[in-house]
């Protein structure tokens, strides 16, 4: 796996960074409705997260759903874990799933 420089990449990112978001867009201005969604449900929690656009790099739009084995966009990692895509990060949340989850994995509010 780590023979793939795409793979690595995601690695990195998802070792590097707490909560991360692969997204069509960026949190500032996503360019769909369902990355729009799940930055609207972690805004809304207010945890940080580094929103990664797949649309700047096709081997990484593409590279990330081999990744997972999920095929849409976006997917949320929490921790390192994928978490799941719009629908599972929707349905969590409305469960206080998401909520929980974050507050076992140590995520807390950012400071406004």
Same mark, same amino acid.
């Given at each position: 796996?780590?023979?793939?420089?795409?793979?690595?990449?995601?690695?990195? $990112?998802? $070792? *590097?960074?707490?909560?991360?978001?692969?997204? @069509? !867009?960026?949190?500032?201005?996503?360019?769909?409705?369902?990355? *729009?969604?799940?930055?609207?449900? /972690?805004?809304?929690?207010?945890?940080?997260? +580094? !929103?990664?656009?797949? /649309?700047?790099?096709?081997? #990484?739009?593409?590279?990330? @759903?081999?990744?997972?084995?999920?095929?849409?966009?976006?997917?949320?990692?929490?921790?390192?874990?994928?978490? !799941?895509?719009?629908?599972?990060?929707?349905?969590?949340? =409305?469960?206080? $799933? /998401? =909520?929980? /989850? #974050? *507050?076992? +994995?140590?995520?807390?509010?950012?400071? *406004?």
């Amino acid at each position: 796996m780590s023979d793939n420089p795409v793979f690595e990449r995601i690695r990195r $990112e998802i $070792e *590097a960074n707490p909560v991360v978001l692969f997204m @069509k !867009g960026t949190p500032v201005f996503p360019q769909c409705g369902f990355s *729009a969604r799940v930055v609207q449900i /972690l805004s809304h929690l207010g945890v940080p997260f +580094k !929103g990664i656009n797949v /649309l700047e790099d096709y081997d #990484l739009r593409e590279g990330i @759903k081999a990744y997972t084995n999920w095929p849409t966009i976006p997917q949320l990692y929490i921790c390192g874990e994928f978490v !799941g895509g719009c629908d599972i990060v929707t349905e969590m949340f =409305q469960a206080g $799933e /998401l =909520q929980q /989850l #974050l *507050a076992e +994995k140590g995520i807390t509010r950012a400071e *406004a």
